[in-house]
């Protein structure tokens, strides 16, 4: 029987890149949901700003982590489990925006951006699902976006074509990390949200919206609390029999093709 509970009560989840938009929101929506939240990014002095303005008095555990460093990550890791006892939830966030072309872009660029938003997916995830298969179950978050899979057009407006590119595999990875952990009662699913008022967009809100008017059927720009609930609903019991899922969170964004 599926246990329709969505409390992650004494479920221990880590969030990478939880400095930023989404991931600050990631971090207040895990903890109303009762869990252990170990919040990650890669300056810690601005993690913990970020998580003061999000109103935190201490609870959550904040650790600086670049996704990038197996050694880091590791360490990360053996603390969360000293601390918790183990890991449940890991959710894959951390990412930069990069506008480069495939053709005549800067190739140390496009390199730095598929570290970060795809080598890096990949070398957590790893780390993690040791652990998790230790533990006989365990969850991961990928977010990716809804840009990897629109037309080239609309992904040089918004973005450029690495980034778009680092976020396509990792929709790939969360499909076929899906697929292998599957025997281990491990799922593996992604968000993939489209245009988000954080500060990787660089530029007021008003100008973002300006930017996207007229494609986004349901009339603005998200939030990062549009995407949270999605997260915590496949990190909850309620989604023991989903797996391999993207699921986009776009305002209807990819409906206008
Ligand atoms: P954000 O506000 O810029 O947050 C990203 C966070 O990741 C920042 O705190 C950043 O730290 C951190 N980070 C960067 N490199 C890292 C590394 N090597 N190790 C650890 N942390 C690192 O952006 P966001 O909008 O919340 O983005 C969160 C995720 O959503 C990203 O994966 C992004 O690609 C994805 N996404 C966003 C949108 C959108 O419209 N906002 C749309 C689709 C997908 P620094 O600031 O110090 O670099």
Not at 10 to 22: N, Y
Not at 228 to 246: E, K, N
């Amino acid at each position: 029987m599926t246990d329709l509970s969505f409390s992650l009560s004494g479920h221990t989840v880590l969030i990478t890149g939880a400095a930023g938009g989404i991931g600050s929101a990631l971090v207040v929506a895990f903890c109303e949901a009762g869990a252990n939240v170990v919040a990650t990014d890669t300056n810690r002095e601005a993690l913990t700003r970020a998580l003061a303005d999000h109103g935190d008095n201490g609870s959550v555990l904040a650790l600086a982590m670049d996704v990038t460093e197996e050694e880091q990550i590791s360490a990360v890791l053996d603390t969360v489990t000293q601390r918790f006892g183990r890991l449940d939830i890991l959710i894959n966030n951390a990412g930069i925006k990069s506008s480069e072309s495939l053709l005549t872009g800067n190739r140390g660029k496009i390199e730095r951006t598929m570290k970060i938003n795809t080598d890096a997916v990949l070398l957590c995830s790893r780390l993690a699902v040791r652990r998790f298969i230790k533990n006989g179950a365990g969850r991961i978050i990928n977010i990716g976006s809804s840009l990897s899979s629109q037309g080239a057009v609309f992904n040089y407006q918004a973005g450029g074509a690495d980034y778009c590119l680092s976020k396509a595999v990792v929709h790939d990875i969360t499909k076929l990390l899906a697929y292998e952990c599957a025997q281990h009662r491990i799922t593996v699913n992604g968000i993939a949200p489209g245009i988000i008022d954080t500060p990787m967009h660089g530029r007021p809100r008003e100008e973002t919206e300006a930017r996207h008017h007229g494609r986004i059927p349901l009339g603005r720009v998200g939030n990062p609390e549009d995407l949270v609930g999605l997260a915590v609903f496949l990190a909850s019991p309620a989604a023991d029999y989903i797996t391999g899922q993207m699921i986009h969170v776009n305002g209807g964004m990819l409906m206008n093709g």
